[in-house]
Each structure stands twice: as C-alpha cells, then as structure tokens.
C-alpha cells in the first residue's frame, strides 16, 4: 500500500527540507500542511494554534484516536551536500521532523482514499514547536482538544538505528529535560593581587566539581541521570592579568523518574550555595523545567507491539530510554499514548554516519516506508 503514496511523500519531504522554519514560526509549513489537508475530500481541517493543524477523517465516528508529527526544524547551517539541501540560511530539518510530516500527509492521503477501512475517528496531529521549550505540544494540549481522546500515537525516525529498527517498550522512552543557567557574582581586580577579589572562576570551577559528585556519588548508578555543564564563561582573551567580576555556567539535566528530577534540582541548589558562601561570592540561579519523560502506556504498547509484530516480525527491539527530551509527553501525560522510534539509519555501517541535530544530518528515505504502514495499521485496526 506504501508505493502508491511513496512519491508524494518524498516529494514533500524534499520540499519541506528545503524550506525549514523555526519552532513558534512555521506559518509557511502549516499552509503547505492545511494546503494539503484540504484537498481531501473526507478531511476537516482545524487550525488548532497558529501554526499547529489537524486533519480530522470520521468526525463523530467511534473513539477518538490521534497520530501525531512534529514539522519545526533547527537553526543550523545545513552542511550536507544533498539537492534539496536547505534553501534558508542557518535553519535547517537535522532532526527527522521533515520525515514526520511527510509521512503523516501520506497516511492521511491513504486514510482519505481508503475511508472504509477506518472505524474510528482518526486525528493527523501536525504539532509546531517540539524543539524548543515549553513546546507546542503542551500548547495544543492546553487548549482541550484531546480530554477525551482515547489514544495517541507518535514516532520518530531515528538515524542512530539500522533502517527497520522498531524500538517500541513500556514506560519512560525519553528523559525529563531541564537546563539551567548560573551568573556567579564575584569581586573583579587585578591578577596580581587575587587577595583582594572574589575569583568567580574559581568559585565556579569548585561548584563544578562538586556537581560531578551529584551523578556520582548521591545518586544510585541503576537510575539514568545525566548532568552535563556546557557553559563556562569568564573573562576576556587579551586581559589576562584582570580577574573578572563574575562568570557564566549554564547546563542539562536529564532524569526518568520524578523523584529523581526534584533531587537533582535541589542537590544543584544547595550545593551552588554552599560553594558561593565558602568564597563569599552570590550568585543567581534561573533553572528552568523543561520537557517531561514521554511515558508509554503499558496497555497500549502491547496493542501497537501486536500490529508491529503481524506485519514485520522480526524487527521489534526494546532499547534503554532515550535521554533525549521530547515534548510528546504533554500528549502522553493526558491520553493513553504510544512513542516508537523507528531506525533511519540504512542498513549497512557508515551509511548515515552524522547524528541528530548535526549540520550534516541525513535519513534513509527508505525507513519512511516503515512509519507509513505502522501508522496505517495502528489507526486500523484499533478496536
């Protein structure tokens, strides 16, 4: 059933690659989409937000059941010498969600074409903004569009797996995402006399040394946690003999539990003010919650597993969570949802080499195959 829309798909695949926008700024993508959406004759369109779209097949009919892509891209200068290489300077799709639009038009164009098959209303959620935080996701969700839905389904190509890959498992799939940003307030004077200055580079690399010990040493290492400091900054190339009044450190953290996330956010309070009242120094923190963990629903994923296993067998895989974060979970935190990663990656080593969010990211066109009739199935057959 896939070659029948295949062309299309890749034909708007390759257009939207040329042609990326940012989270909260995808106002030409959404026309594309509702341009689209609009020539199907069983289809009713709803601007849910500015720039997010849904097509609706079966209004009415049934239980209510969504599949969902994200269409945002990145600000970053593509690099990957393609021919539908980004026409935008420092935006580009190096995330897959060009694939994840493209492949959900093409299930609705088979949803439109084949309405008789389909016992249930069907929602093709195009969701803005998944790239930057607090997301669309929870945006479009805030409104009560999906109270009383009975169950969402999401993927992601995923170009770290061998194209047919299908990661689908229980639980937490992706990590809480938070990140913070610190200005560490010291006293500024000359080298020569550190005696009579507050060195905020050396505050700053004290409290990052006793970050380590967070991951380390204060939390069990059979729970996933990462906390990597990606910001240091202090001072100026040319004024070595001057140490600086303050300086900037900025982070993420990411956790599955929620315990987890409030512990670690409080150990990183209290120890920045403990190192700071040791130097005399004050600081400020602005620490931001982010993405929650997208939480699979135990049920469902045996039903999306059931599906799988009837028409690919042999290529379900059960992988750690992902410490990536990832707005679906506003989905999943109000409806009984499932998130499957689908590999994209080709089926030889060094095919694909560049990971996601790379400026020289690329996908197996191929593996779009694989969503297509994963979606397809799931809208389907769910009773």
């Known amino acids: 059933m896939y070659e029948k829309y295949r062309e299309k798909i890749i034909t708007d695949r390759r257009y939207l690659h040329e042609h990326p926008e940012l989270s909260f700024e995808e106002f030409e993508t959404a026309q594309y989409i509702r341009d689209i959406l609009t020539t199907l004759k069983h289809c009713e369109v709803v601007e849910l937000t500015k720039t997010s779209t849904v097509g609706i097949f079966n209004k009415g009919k049934g239980k209510k059941l969504g599949l969902r892509a994200d269409i945002d891209a990145l600000p970053i200068q593509e690099a990957h010498n393609i021919e539908f290489k980004s026409t935008i300077d420092g935006k580009m799709h190096a995330c897959g969600h060009d694939g994840h639009t493209s492949i959900l038009l093409g299930v609705a164009r088979y949803i439109n074409d084949h309405i008789e098959e389909f016992d249930n209303e069907v929602n093709c959620i195009f969701q803005h903004a998944e790239e930057k935080i607090p997301g669309g996701a929870r945006e479009m969700v805030a409104t009560g569009f999906f109270d009383d839905f009975d169950f969402i389904y999401g993927q992601h190509l995923m170009s770290t797996e061998k194209t047919g890959v299908i990661d689908i498992k229980s639980g937490p799939v992706t990590a809480n995402s938070d990140k913070y940003t610190i200005k560490i307030q010291g006293k500024g004077g000359h080298a020569s006399q550190p005696e009579h200055s507050i060195d905020p580079i050396v505050v700053g690399a004290a409290f990052l040394l006793s970050l380590q010990t967070i991951v380390s040493r204060q939390v069990s290492p059979f729970d996933p946690v990462?906390?990597?400091?990606t910001v240091f900054q202090a001072g100026v190339t040319g004024a070595e003999n001057i140490i600086p009044d303050s300086a900037t450190l900025g982070g993420s953290v990411r956790t599955t539990t929620i315990?987890?996330?409030?512990?670690?956010?409080?150990?990183?309070?209290?120890?920045?003010?403990?190192?700071?009242?040791?130097?005399?120094?004050?600081?400020?923190?602005d620490y931001t919650v982010?993405?929650?963990?997208?939480?699979?629903?135990?049920?469902?994923?045996?039903?999306?597993?059931?599906?799988?296993?009837?028409?690919y067998p042999n290529n379900i895989v059960t992988r750690k969570p992902l410490m990536g974060g990832e707005d679906f979970s506003a989905f999943s935190?109000?409806?009984?949802?499932?998130?499957?990663?689908?590999?994209?990656?080709g089926d030889t080593p060094g095919q694909y080499d560049y990971p996601h969010h790379h400026p020289k990211f690329a996908l197996d066109e191929d593996s779009f195959e694989y969503g297509f009739n994963i979606m397809v199935e799931v809208m389907k057959s769910y009773e």
């Open 290 to 311: 982010g993405y929650a963990a997208v939480q699979n629903n135990a049920e469902k994923v045996e039903y999306v597993k059931s599906v799988v296993n009837r028409i």
């Open 259 to 285: 315990e987890n996330r409030k512990y670690v956010k409080s150990k990183i309070e209290k120890q920045l003010k403990h190192v700071c009242e040791m130097y005399n120094a004050s600081y400020e923190l």
């Open 333 to 345: 935190e109000t409806v009984p949802s499932v998130y499957a990663i689908i590999g994209s990656g």
């Open 226 to 229: 990462v906390l990597s400091n």
